[in-house]
DNA sequence: TGACTATGACTGACCGGTCAGTCATATCGT
DNA sequence: ACGATATGACTGACCGGTCAGTCATAGTCA
């Protein structure tokens, strides 16, 4: 206790700055029910965990720092979360799940197999490589070890699925004629290593060297279904 | 605080533990240099150190656990070490170049490009796939962009290298006409990719679905070379 | 509708534990 | 015997987590 022995009237001024909402504009002022708030609270809150986690990974990365760029008190991000670990394992979930649902959802089951792959290697490039989301895998692939939790639900929710789809995505196409390696379905992370690799590349060396992800990937493919007639 | 303020003679038994040097048996007692001493706790201290920083990450460890590991006390870490910092970096320098040194010896000029490049991933196979050194990779992956000094030099010794060496084998291939894709010569990313997933793969999946590193990147080559007519 | 109360979201000073780095002291090699 | 080497107790900064207190908003009643 004695918190604030004296001082009985706290400073008018400083709740002022939550007022206009801190963070860039969202929200007509007025219009937030309570539940509306806290739903921004707590987005906000992530949206700056993963900007903190990613720039200096879990340990190095101080509470008082997110809720600093959150624009939030620290007793706040614990009526969100209940502690520091569980929160870096619920941000995990709410930013890769929307990610995997968007990519999974390919529904265009017309032309070749190469087409089909391509387009999910450009909505791959466009929503992974290169954003805070490509960060976000560099950074499971750093913390997994120590988040078992975390690394069982990327290998259960993201690997295995990609995996899986990518497998059958071979095999239509060695059925079709179009793949010629036979065995190139019992090693799908072939077909997404450049991929990875192109993540990975962006984090750490685009700015040794630069890398044309979107190009290599082409040249990828070609390798396995053949160069390209047209194009 | 209050810690033991008084006390001026420190109890006289405790450092008797230290004489029979804690760890397993490596030194015979007498012969040694102070040269040769200092040599081995260096190397018994990144030893430890690479143990540590691979299981818990870099903010995470210990000092005292490194110092525990390699049966020293911690003020004799700071006779070999600037600080924490510098002491990963210089880890990092001592494990690596070996290796680098090692891969890259690769002398025999005989037999196909196909045999070159698949000496070169048996030997990285048996030098960096699920060892210990696998795990470093994967640490520099992680803590690189806290550590520019040492993507810094994981780019310019090791990748930098890595990718000019596979160019120009993929060039020897094209010439020799054992490699159809002319653009792989601008991508040699490609060449490696595979041997890199499975680096983080083992590191992170192998206990969900183990994967056969070798099998992946034969099919890999053969997808590069052509299958083999032979086994 | 306007005044009055109840609720709980939010705050931030504080606590206690932890750990990198220091240094007085002890031990060893020559 | 004396400098070089090693030790580990100690310090002080730092940070995760707590909680008493505040106040905007929702709910209630006349």
């Known amino acids: 206790m004695a918190r604030k022995p004296t001082k009985a009237a706290t400073p008018p001024a400083v709740r002022a700055n939550a007022k206009d909402s801190a963070h860039a504009g969202n929200d007509a002022v007025p219009a937030s029910s309570r539940a509306t708030r806290a739903a921004e609270r707590r987005a906000a809150i992530v949206d700056a965990a993963m900007e903190e986690f990613i720039a200096r990974g879990f340990a190095a990365t101080r509470l008082d720092d997110i809720a600093k760029r959150a624009g939030v008190a620290k007793g706040t991000i614990y009526l969100h979360f209940k502690d520091k670990e569980s929160m870096f394992e619920e941000l995990v979930r709410t930013v890769i799940v ?21 387009t999910f290697a450009s909505n791959f490039l466009k929503e992974v490589i290169g954003t805070r989301r490509g960060d976000l895998v560099r950074l499971i692939v750093a913390e997994g070890p120590r988040f078992p939790s975390v690394a069982d639900f990327y290998y259960r929710e993201v690997v295995s699925r990609g995996i899986a789809a990518m497998r059958s995505l071979i095999e239509l196409g060695i059925a ?56």
Do not use: C
């Open 98 to 118: 929307p990610v995997v649902t968007r990519l999974t959802a390919l529904p265009p089951p017309a032309g070749s197999v190469r087409d089909l792959v391509e």
């Open 176 to 231: 079709r004629g179009e793949i010629r390696q036979k065995n190139l379905a019992h090693y799908p992370q072939i077909l997404v290593a450049p991929a990875m690799i192109a993540v990975i590349w962006q984090s750490l060396f685009a700015r040794h060297a630069p890398l044309d992800a979107q190009d290599m990937l082409r040249v990828h493919l070609d390798l396995i279904f053949g160069e390209r007639s047209t194009t």
